[in-house]
């Protein structure tokens, strides 16, 4: 979280030409304006040192807006978000969790070596964004038996059917196929799709959020309180008049 604040009683002193609520008002726009450009400067520092940030990393943040009787404004995250972005390994460096795919497999696959991480394998289907796409995971998780619901999972009456189709397996302890999920296509050709590793993704601080977050604020609330308080004279003059 990235606050900005002013002392209401230092900064009414220097502007008792106006009324008070006018010159509360002006700082509260001016804080929360300034908040909005350095979320914009976080989200265009995403798209630099990220390839293809998705909408969830690039929404992980939002304005919190100052009022006149709270002059404080904050760049936070979203509670959608929760504790599970991995926007704050990207900050401060270090291992990242497992996620929500990882834990599920660790937890449902039959598998005997260490899973403490997965990563798309050259044969995988990737989105847009570089991640597995989802079609695809959905039919290797059915395929090894390691989805959340019992019932998604392929059965041998299935997979004998479909014989032609494409399939997905774990090799088996002692196989020569380097850990992970393997795809055999109706030819019989081997690629893999995912490697399973016992390590865990380890992130080096890149986004660099408070120091970029703080050069803005330094730029961009003066100016904003000029324009703000401009604002509130010509109300006040309106109200006068």
Same mark, same amino acid.
């Given at each position: 979280?990235? #606050?900005?604040?002013?002392?209401?009683? /230092?900064? %009414? +002193?220097? #502007?008792?030409?106006?009324?008070?609520? !006018?010159v509360q008002q002006a700082a509260a726009w001016a804080l929360t304006d300034t908040a909005q450009d350095v979320l914009e400067?976080?989200? +265009?520092?995403?798209?630099?040192?990220?390839?293809?940030?998705?909408?969830?990393?690039?929404n992980a943040f939002m304005v919190w807006r100052a009022k006149p009787g709270d002059l404080e404004a904050s760049v936070i995250e979203r509670p959608s978000v929760g504790r599970r972005h991995y926007l704050k390994l990207q900050e401060? !460096?270090?291992?990242? %969790?497992? #996620?929500?795919?990882?834990?599920?497999?660790?937890?449902?696959?039959? @598998?005997?070596?260490?899973?403490?991480?997965? $990563?798309?394998?050259?044969?995988?289907?990737?989105?847009? @964004?570089?991640?597995?796409?989802?079609?695809?995971?959905?039919?290797a998780l059915s395929a090894v038996q390691a989805?959340?619901? =019992? *019932? /998604?999972? #392929? *059965?041998?009456?299935?997979?004998?059917?479909?014989?032609? &189709? +494409? %399939?997905?397996?774990?090799? &088996? =302890?002692?196989?020569?196929?380097?850990?992970? $999920?393997?795809?055999?296509?109706? =030819? %019989? &050709?081997l690629t893999k799709v995912v490697h399973f590793t016992a390590l865990a993704p380890h992130y080096d601080r890149r986004l660099g959020f408070f120091d970029g977050a703080e050069e803005v604020r330094a730029a961009r609330l003066p100016v904003h309180l000029k324009?703000?308080?401009?604002? +509130?004279?010509?109300?006040?003059?309106r109200a006068g008049g």
């Open positions: 979280m990235f #606050t900005l604040k002013l002392d209401p009683a /230092a900064f %009414g +002193a220097a #502007t008792l030409d106006l009324q008070s609520r !006018g400067h976080v989200q +265009a520092r995403m798209d630099v040192v990220f390839d293809k940030p998705t909408r969830f990393t690039k401060t !460096g270090g291992a990242r %969790g497992q #996620t929500g795919l990882e834990k599920l497999l660790d937890s449902r696959l039959a @598998y005997a070596g260490a899973l403490r991480s997965v $990563i798309p394998a050259s044969g995988a289907k990737l989105n847009a @964004y570089g991640n597995w796409q989802v079609g695809e995971r959905n039919q989805q959340r619901d =019992a *019932t /998604a999972n #392929t *059965t041998e009456a299935a997979r004998k059917r479909n014989r032609k &189709r +494409a %399939g997905f397996f774990v090799p &088996r =302890a002692g196989s020569k196929l380097s850990p992970g $999920i393997w795809k055999r296509d109706g =030819a %019989g &050709r324009r703000t308080l401009a604002k +509130a004279v010509e109300r006040a003059a």
